[in-house]
């Protein structure tokens, strides 16, 4: 095996082992934490006394567990070209969910009695998530296949905040038994917006350095070619 083809290898085992993480986990946070809101009580403590609070959480948490679960399918490659049918089904119910999500995550993060610096990142996150949807769609109507790629990877990292949000506030509820100064809402406050940032960084990372910086290679690659390549012997003489 030559090296180009050893290294090819053993980057593609990386990346799939990184999807891999992202599926299970996806998952294992909708299976936890979805459930209870279908059956009419919550994982953690709601206060129902606000008008609406708990029916949004309901309406918002079951088509945002979907998005989760169906968005790692979604970038699989033989799955998008063996079944394009399934993708674009898939997808617009992928599309669909997060409009519904949003719409209820948006009263949710109005009359939710986390405090204001996290209601901002939740209204960020609602805006930013269906912007990026939106894109998605409007690039794939163009049959621009790269943008809309690069659309989805930005709107699933949002989607993805679901899960990082979860993980960071574990660590910081473990810190707190180290550091009792750290109250729940600190602790809450700074794990949605870390999880905000972070998808971001790690998608905004991932697009150039896995799609548009190889994209740019290969176009390079190909100008060059085409210089190089023998001109057609001009026929007017
Ligand atoms: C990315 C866009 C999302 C936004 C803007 C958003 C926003 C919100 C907001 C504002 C709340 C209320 C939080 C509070 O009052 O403290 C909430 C709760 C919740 N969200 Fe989301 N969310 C998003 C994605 C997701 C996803 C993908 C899931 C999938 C599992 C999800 C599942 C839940 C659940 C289960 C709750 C109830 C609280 C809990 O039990 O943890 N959300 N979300």
């Known amino acids: ?6 290294s090819r290898t053993v980057r593609r085992r990386w990346w799939w082992s990184l999807w891999g993480l992202m599926a299970v986990s996806a998952i294992g946070i909708t299976a ?14 709601i206060d129902r006394s606000i008008v609406g609070y708990y029916a949004s959480l309901v309406i918002h948490a079951a088509p945002a567990g ?12 033989r799955l998008r070209t063996r079944y394009p049918r399934v993708h674009r089904v898939a997808g617009r119910v992928y ?21 204001p610096p996290l209601q901002v990142a939740f209204y960020i996150l609602v805006m930013a998530w269906l912007y990026t949807a939106a894109q998605a769609y409007r690039t794939i109507r163009r049959r621009d296949v790269q943008s809309h790629r690069i659309w989805m990877i930005r709107n699933y ?3 993805f905040a679901a899960v990082t949000l979860r ?31 972070g998808n971001v960084l790690i998608a905004e990372y991932f697009i150039v350095h896995r799609i ?6 290969r176009r390079r690659r190909g100008s060059a070619t085409a210089t190089e390549a023998p001109q057609p012997l001009s026929q007017g003489h």
């Open 95 to 115: 599309l669909i969910s997060v409009v519904a999500a949003s719409i209820a995550a948006l009263y949710a993060a109005t009359v939710t009695p986390s405090g």
């Open 32 to 45: 936890v934490f979805v459930p209870p809101y279908l059956t009419g009580s919550s994982f953690a403590p």
């Open 212 to 217: 548009l910086v190889p994209s740019a290679r």
């Open 1 to 6: 095996m030559s090296d180009a083809v050893k």
């Open 66 to 77: 979907l998005t989760l679960v169906i968005g790692p399918l979604q970038f699989v490659p």
């Open 167 to 197: 993980l960071y506030l574990l660590v910081g509820t473990e810190l707190s038994k180290a550091i009792p100064s750290l109250s729940f809402r600190d602790i809450y406050t700074t794990s949605g917006w870390a999880a905000l940032l």
């Open 157 to 159: 990292a949002l989607t």
